[in-house]
């Protein structure tokens, strides 16, 4: 019954959104056929530690950060969490969420999880890499976009956030 209804708040959720796809994309690349009860893990004692990394005009990670982890947090109506940029906050910081902004075309998550930050890469549009890493590997990493004149305060891109954070813990 629990998953029934866990699956009916999923539905209810992405109907909320409304019309995703006119704003922006996602892609997911799983290592795991489900990261749920990773996610569950990594939240249930304390924040889930993100890392944002990045810039493109008007998505500056240092500008956009507190943005992305609201709308993490929202995004995932089955279940809350709270997140954290702070790795001393993190319940566990060896569950982590890297956010890249304007990452290279061809960078490979695993070298991220093992701390290599890449820099940003100037591209036509805000473009994102998102990688949930267990120690240093990669559980699901997910590459996405948004339209230009999304702007990153707006409800636009933190449904976009909510978005790719249902997919990155399913």
């Known amino acids: ?17 409304g019309q995703d796809a006119p704003y922006g994309s996602n892609v997911n690349f799983s290592a795991r056929e ?33 943005n992305i982890l609201r709308a993490m947090e929202r995004g995932m109506q089955t ?3 709270k ?12 569950y982590r969420v890297y956010w890249l902004i304007s990452p290279p075309k061809n ?22 890499m998102i990688v949930f890493c267990v120690g240093d590997e990669v559980y699901r990493n997910m590459s996405g976009w948004v339209q230009k004149d999304v702007d ?9 956030v909510g978005v790719v954070t249902r997919d990155l813990f399913k």
């Open 1 to 17: 019954m629990k998953k029934i209804l866990a699956g009916l708040a999923s539905l209810i959720g992405v109907a909320a959104c």
């Open 34 to 66: 489900s990261t749920n009860s990773y996610f569950f893990t990594a939240t249930s004692r304390g924040p889930l530690f993100v890392d944002v990394r990045g810039a493109y005009p008007g998505f500056v990670a240092e500008e956009v950060t507190d």
């Open 79 to 81: 279940r809350p969490f």
């Open 83 to 94: 997140a954290t940029n702070r790795m001393e906050e993190a319940h566990s910081p060896d």
């Open 107 to 128: 960078f490979n998550a695993n070298r991220l999880c093992k701390g290599e930050i890449p820099d940003s890469v100037p591209q036509d549009k805000p473009t994102f």
């Open 152 to 160: 990153a305060g707006s409800e636009t891109f933190s449904k976009f």
